[in-house]
């Protein structure tokens, strides 16, 4: 097990490394960060000496080792836009991304999933193929669209539920929640709505071919042949070996949730970190860019070496390959 655990964290760490060259690259050669600062209209020697304050004087290894250093301790500089430090920008738009991206992966999973079952089970009925014909809206419209869509019909035409912001937070800490507010919460559904529709379809679909396959193979077969209830086969044997795929496919696409949530964030004008990086882009606010690069990437790695664990505990094969390895 610990070999296994030092090769994922090795891997992990040159992934890292990877994307902080990338970060490095961005925040080096893509504009001129003095110039940003000090406009057009700077003299010569408040250039060099910005320069020399922000370490743009030393060669690139040097600031790179630098950059990864700081990063590593969550310091990526100032905003060029904003003045503000960026770790704290992101800070303050951190609740509001994991609080959207969790109530879309939630949602996907408690809808995708029974539907996923249903549709296996039912798979010649009328209402199977009318959700998998409405499933195939998810796959082919785009994010941006469904938004509007939503925004069209239930804020502007039906006027239920607002179209823009997170709506009244309580903080809690440093931390700000919506949950704990009505409005809140009428404010998050249109856009946790759009943001799950993609993983949902996926979810559904995944749900469905892993079940028809389970219930095609000997063991599903032999407990048909030993008389056991429909719902102890279904639910007690097909469902259990369908679930292992599924919740590998969920934990890494709540990493994809996160990161694509921009769209979803740009179309609501919600506060989290794809609103801010989307602003940083059209502000050429390169250490913000850099500063996000890093994190989700730090959140991908995260995810995936947590699902590389557990199927590590869940399979009992990759445990008995890893030992005869070890063994040889």
């Not at 951190?94 to 969790?102: D, H, R, Y």
């Not at 996923?116 to 009318?130: D, E, F, P």
């Not at 502000?283 to 850099?290: I, K």
Request: proline share 4%.
């Amino acid at each position: 097990m610990l070999p296994f655990i030092l090769r994922r964290l090795a891997q992990a760490v040159v992934v890292m490394l990877t994307v902080a060259l990338l970060a490095f690259v961005l925040f080096r050669y893509i504009g001129d960060p003095v110039t940003i600062m000090l406009g057009q209209d700077a003299t010569d020697q408040d250039r060099i000496e910005l320069r020399q304050s922000l370490g743009l004087d030393r060669s690139a290894p040097v600031q790179f080792a630098h950059f990864v250093a700081n990063a590593a301790r969550g310091d990526f500089g100032l905003s060029l836009r904003q003045g503000q430090k960026v770790s704290e920008l992101l800070r303050d738009r951190l609740p509001a991304t994991v609080e959207l991206s969790i109530a879309a992966a939630v949602l996907a999973l408690i809808i995708g999933l029974p539907l996923g079952v249903y549709t296996a089970l039912r798979r010649k009925g009328k209402g199977s193929q009318i959700i998998l014909a409405f499933s195939l809206l998810g796959v082919s419209l785009p994010t941006f669209l469904i938004g509007i869509l939503l925004i069209l019909i239930f804020s502007v035409m039906l006027g239920w539920l607002p179209s823009y912001g997170r709506g009244e937070v309580v903080k809690l800490g440093w931390w700000s929640t919506g949950l704990l507010t009505v409005d809140g919460w009428k404010h998050l559904i249109l856009p946790a709505i759009t943001l799950s529709l993609f993983q949902l379809t996926l979810i559904l679909r995944l749900v469905r071919s892993e079940m028809l396959e389970v219930l095609r193979t000997d063991y599903i077969k032999f407990a048909r042949a030993r008389g056991l209830r429909k719902r102890a086969i279904h639910f007690g044997h097909a469902l259990k070996n369908t679930l292992v795929p599924v919740i590998t496919i969920t934990g890494l696409q709540l990493g994809g949730i996160i990161a694509f949530a921009i769209v979803t964030e740009t179309v609501f004008q919600w506060p989290g970190m794809g609103l801010l990086f989307i602003q940083a882009v059209q502000f050429a606010d390169v250490p913000v860019m850099a500063a996000y690069l890093c994190l989700i990437a730090l959140v991908f790695v995260c995810i995936n070496l947590v699902v590389d664990l557990l199927y590590f505990v869940v399979d009992p094969r990759l445990r008995s390959s890893l030992g005869h390895s070890g063994g040889h």
